[in-house]
C-alpha cells in the first residue's frame, strides 16, 4: 500500500546561509589584518587535516593570523588588479589564490617563516581515494593483532579470513593495497586497523609580499600568478 503523501515529516529547524554579510566580514577581517602585520604569505596544503591545522594555528597565534576559505573572497579582499589592490603590487598575492591554498599573515621575521613551514608535517591515516604511497600485503596464516570479533568486520572488507580455535587467520595472501594507486573504502579501512599511516599533512609557501618587496617561491598557478 503506497504511503500516504499527508504524513511526510516537516523539518521546523531553520538554517542561515552564508550569504553577503559573511562574505563581507571575511573582507573586512582581511583588510584589517593587512594593516596589522608586516607580511603576507600565500600557503598551500596537501593532505589536509583541521585539528592539525588548528594546532598549528593556535601555536603562531600570537604573532599572526591565518585565513582559508573561498579563494574569490580572499582575491577580492586584496584586490584582484592593479586598479583595486589595496596596497601596491598587493594584487599579486591575489593572482596566486587557487585551487587548496590560504592566506598567512605575521609579524614573524621571513627566515623563522620560511623554517616553520618547512619543517612542519604531521602523518595521518590515508583516506578514501589517496594514492598509496607503498605496497601493503598479509601474507597467509594467523593474524594475532586482531581479536576474534573482529573476523566479521574483516571479511566485509574483502580479506579472506577464517576463525581457527578463535584465532583470526588469514586462508591466503591477501594484498591490501599497491603503491601509486588509490585507495579503496576499504583497503583505507584496513590501513587504520593495521595502525599504517600514509597521509602527510604538509604546508608549503607560495609566495611573500610586505610593503617593500614581493618573493615567489613555488610555481603553484605559475600561469595565474604571472605579475602584470
Not at 16 to 35: C, L, P, Y
Amino acid at each position: 500500500m503506497p504511503k500516504s503523501k499527508r504524513n511526510r515529516p516537516v523539518t521546523l529547524s531553520k538554517t542561515t546561509k552564508k550569504g553577503r554579510n559573511h562574505k563581507e566580514s571575511i573582507v573586512n577581517s582581511i583588510r584589517q589584518a593587512v594593516d596589522s602585520y608586516n607580511s603576507i604569505y600565500v600557503f598551500s596544503f596537501e593532505n589536509m587535516r583541521n585539528q592539525k591545522f588548528k594546532e598549528f594555528r593556535e601555536q603562531l597565534k600570537s604573532s599572526s593570523r591565518f585565513f582559508l576559505g573561498s579563494n574569490k573572497v580572499m582575491q577580492v579582499s586584496l584586490g584582484r588588479s592593479v586598479a583595486d589592490e589595496i596596497r601596491p603590487s598587493i594584487h599579486k598575492v591575489s593572482k596566486l589564490l587557487c585551487g587548496d591554498t590560504g592566506l598567512y599573515l605575521t609579524n614573524l621575521p621571513k627566515e623563522e617563516v620560511q623554517r616553520l613551514f618547512e619543517e612542519y608535517e604531521e602523518y595521518d591515516f590515508a583516506r578514501t581515494g589517496s594514492s598509496a604511497t607503498e605496497k601493503v600485503e598479509l601474507k597467509e596464516g594467523p593474524l594475532d593483532q586482531f581479536t576474534h570479533e573482529m573476523e566479521p568486520f574483516l571479511r566485509k572488507q574483502g580479506m579472506p579470513v577464517r576463525l581457527n580455535k578463535g584465532v583470526v587467520e588469514l586462508v591466503s595472501d591477501f594484498a591490501v593495497c599497491e603503491g601509486g594507486n588509490p585507495l579503496s573504502p576499504e583497503a583505507a579501512r584496513i590501513l587504520r586497523l593495521l595502525g599504517i599511516k600514509m597521509a602527510t599533512f604538509r604546508l608549503h609557501l607560495i609566495c611573500r609580499w610586505s610593503p617593500d618587496d614581493f618573493e615567489f617561491y613555488e610555481g603553484l598557478c605559475l600561469s595565474a600568478g604571472e605579475s602584470s
